[in-house]
């Protein structure tokens, strides 16, 4: 109970299956809950309907 958890998800395109998850961890005790993805579908408008703090960042892997 009232844990943080890291949630990971490949890829994040209406926000319906995160946004469940979210609901049912809360449901269940969880304290925060941080949702990391690697990818987010293009329409924006999909996902609107959720109430999702969305901040993406950008990194990339050197070979050297």
């Known amino acids: 109970k009232n844990k943080n ?3 990971l998800d490949d890829v994040i395109t209406t926000g319906a299956t995160i946004n469940e ?4 961890l809360k449901q269940h ?9 690697l ?3 293009r329409d924006w408008r999909a996902i609107a309907n959720y109430e ?13």
């Open 5 to 7: 958890i890291i949630l």
């Open 21 to 24: 998850a979210v609901n049912i």
């Open 29 to 37: 005790g969880a304290g925060d809950v941080l949702c990391c993805s």
């Open 39 to 41: 990818a987010m579908a």
């Open 52 to 64: 999702l703090r969305i901040s993406n960042f950008k990194f990339q892997i050197s070979n050297t």
